[in-house]
């Protein structure tokens, strides 16, 4: 089967819906994901499967790009597995094609992790989507560092970016993206040894 013929990818940035969460440091998938779309040159629509998606071809053009879904779930985060699995059969893509971006407390802030299958290290998005899939899809693991002090971790998932944090902000979503992209076009090994940091 020729790439062209293949399932395209499906890259799923997780956040919450609407203008109140939009720079939540929980929202950061949906920051790449925003990217994504302004790279390949798209609008993100609404598709019947619960979601925003932008189709389009991301990697050099000519042989070696790749052609991809950029999805943002409508719903809320903890019910992200259900458009994510309308997608999957809308494009019929296989779970080995699906990447979800997201952010990780368990990694400092703007280091990223690049992996395969796994837990959902109590991220409600990832909870969702592995309860509705499996866990063998490509996750892009974006650090936001632990809650300073006693807050608990829902409040700071759900605050805005600090201002020290948004100086580098536009930086590491970029760089997320690059990795996104080599993921996609060059294979998780080569990925990982890239941007696993």
Same mark, same amino acid.
């Given at each position: 089967?020729?790439?062209?013929?293949?399932?395209?990818?499906?890259?799923?940035?997780?956040?919450?819906?609407?203008?109140?969460?939009?720079?939540?440091?929980?929202?950061?998938?949906?920051?790449?994901?925003?990217?994504?779309?302004?790279?390949?040159?798209?609008?993100?629509?609404?598709?019947?499967?619960?979601?925003?998606?932008?189709?389009? !071809?991301?990697?050099?053009?000519?042989?070696?790009? !790749?052609?991809?879904?950029?999805?943002?779930?409508?719903?809320?985060?903890?019910?992200?597995?259900?458009?994510?699995?309308?997608?999957?059969?809308?494009?019929?893509?296989?779970?080995?094609?699906?990447?979800?971006?997201?952010?990780e407390l368990?990694?400092?802030?703007?280091?990223?992790?690049?992996?395969?299958?796994?837990?959902?290290?109590?991220?409600?998005?990832?909870?969702?989507?592995?309860?509705?899939?499996?866990?063998?899809?490509?996750?892009?693991?974006?650090?936001?560092?632990?809650p300073p002090?006693?807050?608990?971790?829902?409040?700071?998932?759900?605050?805005?970016?600090?201002?020290?944090?948004?100086?580098?902000?536009?930086?590491?979503?970029?760089?997320?993206?690059?990795?996104?992209?080599?993921?996609?076009?060059?294979?998780l090994e080569?990925?990982?040894?890239?941007?696993?940091?």
């Amino acid at each position: 089967m020729s790439e062209e013929s293949a399932s395209p990818w499906l890259v799923v940035g997780l956040g919450n819906p609407g203008p109140e969460y939009a720079a939540n440091r929980h929202n950061v998938g949906f920051m790449v994901a925003d990217l994504l779309a302004e790279r390949m040159g798209g609008r993100f629509k609404a598709h019947k499967a619960r979601a925003q998606v932008v189709e389009g !071809r991301i990697g050099p053009p000519g042989p070696g790009s !790749r052609r991809v879904v950029v999805a943002k779930p409508s719903s809320y985060m903890n019910l992200s597995g259900g458009p994510v699995t309308a997608l999957r059969d809308f494009y019929k893509v296989p779970l080995e094609r699906i990447v979800a971006v997201h952010d990780e407390l368990d990694i400092d802030y703007g280091a990223l992790r690049l992996k395969l299958g796994g837990g959902d290290n109590g991220h409600n998005g990832l909870k969702s989507m592995t309860k509705s899939l499996g866990a063998e899809y490509h996750r892009v693991r974006f650090g936001i560092g632990r809650p300073p002090g006693r807050m608990q971790v829902a409040d700071f998932v759900l605050k805005d970016f600090s201002s020290a944090e948004r100086k580098e902000l536009d930086y590491f979503v970029d760089r997320a993206a690059d990795a996104v992209e080599a993921l996609v076009t060059e294979g998780l090994e080569r990925a990982q040894s890239a941007y696993n940091s």
